[in-house]
């Protein structure tokens, strides 16, 4: 079966400093990968995916399938970073449920 | 193009009440899901519709029925409401295998 874990609810840090919100999947095959950010009270959207490889936001993420995992890495934390992150696999095979992680809270502090 | 819209935004119900929250995409999206967001417990899936004309249920699916009326609009229903369901909802629509979901502002919904 499909799992996301995020084994970390909440991530304070300072303006400045790297940031890397921890995301392990498991999935038999060459899985796709999303992290979705909420800011307070609104929507949750697409931050980048693994197939794009592209650096959103200043945010990165590498998929590593030796140790299954596609962690979110930013070198120096914004303010304007506060916020709820889900890392998520999506529908696949002859499934339509994507699955979730429970999220992490990021906080940085001024 | 609105992407997804639900209505309403917030809502405070008495326990036993009814009500049906709204969901629509114009994104021509086959796949439509409802979701509660709880704190510390992420996001639930409540039910789903693959394509038009079906729903399963989901994770959390009891207390609560969908519609799925047509392509654009799936809707959810609380017959009977509890202080339980209070939450955030969330509705989201896919394109299909591999792609992300998009996702509607969320209901606010406190049943008192």
């Known amino acids: 079966a499909q799992r996301v874990t995020q084994p970390e609810k909440l991530l304070s840090v300072f303006k400045g400093a790297p940031v890397e919100l921890k995301c392990n999947y498991s999935?038999?095959?060459?899985?796709?990968l999303f992290w979705y950010v909420q800011y307070s009270r609104q929507r949750l959207q697409l931050l980048l995916r693994h197939i794009s490889r592209e650096s959103i936001k200043g945010f990165t993420a590498d998929l590593n399938k030796g140790e299954t995992s596609f962690h979110l890495k930013k070198p120096f934390a914004q303010e304007e970073d506060s916020a709820m992150y889900y890392c998520?696999?999506?529908?696949?095979?002859?499934?339509?449920?994507?699955?979730f992680g429970r999220g992490t809270s990021l906080i940085v502090h001024p | 193009n609105a992407g997804v819209t639900q209505t309403p935004k917030f809502q405070v119900l008495k326990t036993g009440q009814s009500m049906t929250l709204q969901c629509a995409q114009d994104?021509?999206?086959?796949?439509m899901y409802w979701y509660r967001q709880d704190p510390g417990m992420g996001l639930r899936l409540i039910y789903y519709?693959?394509?038009?004309?079906?729903?399963d249920k989901g994770e959390v699916p009891n207390g609560y029925n969908v519609s799925r009326l047509n392509k654009r609009e799936f809707s959810l229903r609380l017959e009977s409401a509890a202080p339980s369901q209070t939450s955030v909802y969330f509705c989201?629509?896919?394109?299909?295998?591999?792609?992300?979901?998009?996702f509607g502002d969320g209901t606010r919904l406190s049943i008192l």
């Open positions: 519709s693959a394509s038009e004309g079906t729903t």
């Open positions: 999935y038999s095959g060459s899985p796709e």
């Open positions: 989201a629509s896919g394109q299909g295998s591999n792609q992300p979901q998009h």
């Open positions: 994104m021509n999206h086959n796949s």
């Open positions: 998520a696999l999506p529908p696949s095979g002859g499934s339509y449920i994507p699955t």
